[in-house]
């Protein structure tokens, strides 16, 4: 009688959405506790808000599961999104506060739009002829949040209202996988810094610098799919 000999192959996390979920965790750890080394070491915070931090965290989180065109970063991001609906109400800016809470529930738009992971949207650019109806939606967007300032009562944070008018479009364009929406959103990103370093803001001003970076990156790696996507289909 011959004795079979089993050998056990070592297991091994490819990629696909379970890894990129603990990728997303670990950078979402990492890049939150280097933001609170940062607000530290210069001085710009002496506690930690678990509201910032928890909405932070999660921000990052959907960010790289949106780089990496995972699904999964709409309910991540929706749950981000409301926890910063609550920060940015507590600070006084009237119209983050009201476009996060908006992409709470625009994000289910989104999670229809782009499918399954594996029959995903493709990405592509932007058709010249929508370009005029997106600007003229973003202005309306944009006096509207000013119009939302003065029915509240509060002072008006102009660069407030670039974000959140400038959102709405880059969630849009996000939504439908559309490369447009990384630029969109390095020019909210530029904004989003000097209105949060300059309300107090200091964890999410930090990590809208790491998300500037990051639209860069999302650029390559959505021009990359879509490269992919017409060779597939030569």
């Given at each position: 009688?011959?004795?079979?000999?089993?050998?056990?192959?070592?297991?091994?996390?490819?990629?696909?959405?379970?890894?990129?979920?603990?990728?997303?965790?670990?950078?979402?750890?990492?890049?939150?506790?280097?933001?609170?080394?940062?607000?530290?070491?210069?001085?710009?915070?002496?506690?930690?808000?678990?509201?910032?931090?928890?909405?932070?965290?999660?921000?990052?989180?959907?960010?790289?599961?949106?780089?990496?065109?995972?699904?999964?970063?709409?309910?991540?991001?929706?749950?981000?999104?409301?926890?910063?609906?609550?920060?940015?109400?507590s600070f006084g800016l009237m119209g983050s506060a009201v476009v996060t809470a908006y992409l709470t529930i625009s994000l289910v738009y989104g999670w229809f739009r782009w499918k399954d992971d594996s029959n995903t949207k493709p990405v592509a650019?932007?058709?010249?002829?929508?370009?005029?109806?997106?600007?003229?939606?973003?202005?309306?967007?944009?006096?509207?949040?000013?119009?939302?300032?003065?029915?509240?009562?509060?002072?008006?944070?102009?660069?407030?209202?670039?974000?959140?008018?400038?959102?709405?479009?880059?969630?849009?364009?996000?939504?439908?996988?559309?490369?447009?929406?990384?630029?969109?959103?390095?020019?909210?990103?530029?904004?989003?810094?000097?209105?949060?370093?300059?309300?107090?803001?200091?964890?999410?001003?930090?990590?809208?610098?790491?998300?500037?970076?990051?639209?860069?990156?999302?650029?390559?790696?959505?021009?990359?799919?879509?490269?992919?996507?017409?060779?597939?289909?030569?």
């Amino acid at each position: 009688m011959s004795v079979a000999t089993i050998t056990q192959e070592p297991v091994v996390l490819r990629d696909g959405p379970a890894r990129n979920i603990i990728e997303s965790v670990i950078i979402g750890v990492v890049l939150t506790g280097l933001s609170y080394l940062i607000g530290f070491y210069f001085g710009w915070i002496t506690t930690v808000s678990p509201l910032e931090a928890f909405a932070v965290l999660t921000s990052y989180s959907c960010t790289y599961l949106c780089v990496r065109e995972r699904r999964i970063n709409y309910p991540i991001g929706a749950v981000s999104n409301a926890a910063y609906a609550l920060l940015f109400y507590s600070f006084g800016l009237m119209g983050s506060a009201v476009v996060t809470a908006y992409l709470t529930i625009s994000l289910v738009y989104g999670w229809f739009r782009w499918k399954d992971d594996s029959n995903t949207k493709p990405v592509a650019f932007v058709e010249a002829k929508w370009w005029p109806v997106y600007i003229l939606a973003t202005a309306l967007a944009f006096l509207g949040g000013f119009g939302l300032y003065h029915l509240l009562g509060a002072a008006v944070v102009w660069t407030d209202l670039a974000v959140m008018a400038g959102s709405i479009l880059a969630q849009f364009l996000m939504d439908n996988k559309k490369m447009e929406s990384w630029i969109v959103w390095a020019i909210v990103n530029v904004f989003a810094i000097y209105t949060y370093m300059t309300s107090g803001l200091f964890i999410a001003g930090v990590q809208y610098i790491f998300f500037l970076g990051n639209a860069f990156y999302g650029w390559y790696c959505w021009n990359k799919s879509r490269k992919a996507t017409i060779t597939e289909e030569v």
